[in-house]
């Protein structure tokens, strides 16, 4: 996969900015912050969720000239706490057939397809939704605490799976409240505050 | 005109309050706390049709243009008012009153206009006689309608939060994120009138008819009339939810598609 460069230029959102900081194709960027920081309201800025100052770049394409769906799509943002709609989670998937490797590798079995959504547990919910969005093919996807509600092992094979997306070229924008996680899986970090990111040097 | 074949008198009116009394008694007595509130609600009943009994006669006396236009618009603006004050979470601002009051607007003087110029033809084509109580029945109808389809749109938004942006961020167009609801709150709206369609005739006379009934007019006649009206506010009652469901999800989004909660009005105190 080509992957442009993903840069966020002087973005304000409701509770902070100037957010600035680019990626380079392929890296995986974590953020730290205390509750109530603006992690997340940072992520929806950056999907165009929620009105904001400032300009996302993907390449050469700009986030306001990019047509929001199609943005989304590039730029896939996976909430805490994804949504829902349908009853079944196949429902939810344009194909879950195609993506029996990837349900192996979180630790899911091919036929939860069928499984009634309003009866999976939060860990599942998760990783279905991380796969929903992964299975778009976006360049960029936006992690809000991915393995949040997962056992250890569960969220070693959750993390090494999405290393694999990386490897595969998508560039990986990850928030985290696990200093652990983010020295295993960065690139490069980022301190998230009122006023800016800060970046972390190499340790 | 059919002179009216039983004659009514204010005692007869005070007789028919007599039931209510009975109830207030009874609610003194087992303590419901039921004897003020519709006490008072009788008694604004009959203020307030009593004043619209002279408004009326005036009206239909003088025959003015103006004075009918005048009376148009102050019941097309206490429509618009009392539909928002009914919507739990309405559009904040002006906007909360003027997308209801806009859809209410259209649809009653489109049918208004139409069944004065096309199936009754009174002369002239304003009598008051005719335009003001055929209005007063569409708002009725209008008014609840439009209520219930922005309040059902706006408090599944609220709801469906989470699923709806869910939909969004896979790349979904806002409508389509939005069609299930749009779909939910057109049906709501209009489900009473449905209904009312429905049952009318079997179970329930409608009013209109039965009074007309009461004052001498032959049953034929009657119904003839209470069908054209049915179809009538049937007809502006789903015009108007159209408009105004549409209207309020317009206000729901913006030009990036985003599901814009933050333009709701906060909780009513």
Same mark, same amino acid.
């Given at each position: 996969m080509v992957v442009p460069p993903f840069r966020c230029d002087s973005v304000f959102t409701a509770v902070g900015g100037p957010?600035?900081?680019?990626?380079?194709?392929?890296?995986?960027?974590?953020?730290?912050?205390?509750?109530?920081?603006?992690?997340?309201? /940072?992520?929806?800025?950056?999907?165009?969720?929620?009105?904001?100052?400032?300009?996302?770049? %993907?390449?050469?394409?700009?986030?306001?000239?990019?047509?929001?769906?199609?943005?989304?799509?590039?730029?896939?943002?996976?909430?805490?706490?994804?949504?829902?709609?349908?009853?079944?989670?196949?429902?939810?998937?344009?194909? /879950?057939?195609?993506?029996?490797?990837?349900?192996?590798?979180?630790?899911?079995?091919? !036929?939860?397809?069928?499984?009634?959504?309003?009866?999976?547990?939060?860990?599942?919910?998760? +990783? /279905?939704?991380?796969? +929903?969005?992964?299975?778009?093919?976006?360049?960029?996807? /936006?992690?809000? !605490?991915?393995?949040?509600?997962?056992?250890?092992?569960?969220?070693?094979?959750? !993390?090494?799976? %999405?290393?694999?997306?990386? +490897?595969?070229?998508?560039? %990986?924008?990850?928030?985290?409240?696990?200093?652990?996680?983010?020295?295993?899986?960065?690139?490069?970090?980022?301190?998230? !505050?009122?006023?800016?990111?800060?970046?972390?040097?190499?340790? | 005109m059919h002179e009216p074949s039983l004659h009514l008198t204010y005692g007869d009116l005070a007789l028919a309050s007599l039931l209510l009394l009975v109830h207030a008694g009874l609610s003194i007595r087992f303590q419901l706390k039921l004897a003020r509130p519709l006490l008072i609600a009788a008694v604004r009943m009959v203020v307030q049709l009593s004043l619209l009994a002279v408004i009326l006669q005036w009206l239909f006396d003088t025959e003015s243009a103006l004075a009918t236009a005048l009376t148009v618009l102050v019941m097309l603006g206490f429509a618009a008012w009392e539909t928002w004050r009914r919507i739990a979470r309405p559009l904040a601002g002006r906007t909360g009153y003027l997308v209801p009051g806009a859809a209410i607007a259209v649809a009653g003087l489109t049918t208004l206009g139409y069944a004065l110029l096309t199936q009754l033809s009174p002369t002239p084509w304003y009598a008051p006689r005719y335009a003001v109580p055929i209005l007063g029945m569409i708002l009725g109808s209008v008014m609840n309608a439009v209520a219930l389809g922005i309040d059902n749109l706006t408090q599944n938004a609220l709801r469906e939060r989470v699923n709806i942006e869910a939909q969004l961020l896979l790349g979904r167009r806002f409508e389509d994120a939005m069609r299930t609801h749009l779909q939910r709150a057109m049906r709501t709206a209009l489900l009473p009138t449905l209904n009312l369609m429905a049952a009318t005739g079997l179970v329930m006379m409608p009013g209109m008819m039965t009074g007309q009934i009461l004052t001498g007019t032959s049953p034929h006649e009657a119904i003839k009339y209470q069908m054209m009206i049915i179809l009538l506010v049937a007809g502006a009652t789903a015009l108007a939810v159209f408009l105004a469901v549409m209207g309020t999800l317009r206000y729901l989004t913006d030009d990036r598609e985003r599901l814009r909660l933050d333009r709701l009005a906060g909780e009513r105190k």
């Open positions: 957010f600035n900081f680019a990626a380079a194709p392929g890296a995986c960027l974590t953020f730290m912050g205390p509750s109530g920081v603006g992690k997340s309201l /940072l992520l929806r800025a950056l999907a165009d969720l929620d009105p904001h100052r400032g300009e996302v770049f %993907l390449g050469a394409v700009s986030q306001s000239a990019c047509p929001p769906h199609d943005w989304r799509r590039q730029v896939a943002y996976v909430p805490a706490a994804a949504g829902w709609w349908a009853e079944t989670v196949a429902e939810h998937f344009g194909d /879950l057939a195609s993506l029996t490797d990837d349900l192996v590798a979180l630790g899911l079995p091919p !036929e939860c397809g069928a499984w009634p959504v309003a009866r999976l547990s939060s860990g599942e919910r998760q +990783r /279905l939704a991380l796969l +929903r969005a992964v299975a778009l093919h976006s360049p960029v996807l /936006l992690l809000d !605490e991915p393995t949040a509600n997962l056992d250890a092992d569960t969220s070693l094979a959750v !993390e090494n799976w %999405l290393l694999a997306q990386k +490897r595969a070229g998508v560039t %990986l924008i990850w928030v985290t409240h696990d200093a652990a996680q983010a020295q295993r899986v960065a690139d490069r970090r980022f301190a998230l !505050e009122h006023g800016g990111v800060f970046e972390a040097p190499h340790a | -």
